[in-house]
């Protein structure tokens, strides 16, 4: 039988292509126009990144006028920006050398651009900017691959607190436990050692961790170095 004409194959994967190269432009004019309309910029570099908690940071700096959704922003002061991800093309905004950068210096910072880094511009004050940055930590619970900081152990006083329906779990997670007496124990001894200092972390020792509440993660950035427009001159911490 002969196929119809009107009978045409669509594929349900296509979409829109972004404009790649407007878009980039776009980014980058973006970032210039902060760096203009702020006092001093600070790169920064962050380990264990946790979204819930970088919200406090993007808040604290958020300019209430950016609402194009290019960055991560934050507090409704209308005192700062931030950048975070696409190094490459913040890279490009402050100038790769000398010959092709936005201000004095910033070549410098450029070239610093990478990995888990992002950008805060400011109008706050050095001294509030750098309190609030150094003062900020949050406890938490530690993601599978991390290095254990210290030895963690359970006693049998600590698993006897949890529910018979427990057990199962606690075993598929590596923990040997019996049901004594209607109360959960452990069936090693009076203590268990969940992880040791110095320890990669396995997703099971992770899932213990949290049932016990206990946290071994710090979500933390660290500054790398403060750029002011005013003087050009760039600080390196």
């Not at 910033?106 to 990995?115: D, E, F, P, W, Y």
């Not at 057990?167 to 209607?182: C, I, P, S, T």
């Amino acid at each position: 039988m002969a196929r119809s004409k009107r009978i045409k194959s669509v594929a349900l994967t296509n979409t829109p292509k972004r404009a790649t190269k407007s878009h980039k432009s776009a980014y980058i004019s973006s970032v210039r126009e902060s760096i203009d309309g702020h006092s001093s910029l600070y790169l920064f570099s962050y380990t264990n990144m946790r979204s819930n908690h970088f919200k406090n940071i993007r808040m604290h700096f958020r300019d209430s006028s950016d609402k194009n959704g290019m960055n991560d922003t934050s507090e409704g002061s209308g005192e700062g920006r931030i950048w975070l991800g696409k190094n490459k093309l913040l890279q490009v905004a402050f100038g790769r050398n000398e010959a092709e950068e936005y201000g004095t210096n910033l070549a410098r910072v450029s070239k610093m651009i990478t990995g888990s880094v992002g950008l805060i511009l400011t109008n706050r004050s050095r001294e509030d900017t750098m309190n609030y940055i150094h003062n900020y930590s949050v406890d938490d619970f530690a993601r599978a691959g991390s290095i254990s900081p210290r030895t963690i152990t359970v006693t049998d006083s600590m698993v006897e607190q949890f529910p018979v329906s427990m057990v199962e779990q606690f075993r598929k997670l590596g923990l040997a436990v019996d049901v004594k007496n209607g109360s959960v124990r452990l069936a090693t001894g009076e203590e268990y050692t969940i992880c040791s200092k110095g320890d990669t972390l396995t997703a099971e020792a992770c899932r213990l961790l949290v049932h016990f509440g206990i946290k071994l993660s710090e979500f933390k950035i660290k500054l790398v170095c403060r750029w002011d427009k005013a003087t050009e001159d760039l600080e390196e911490f």
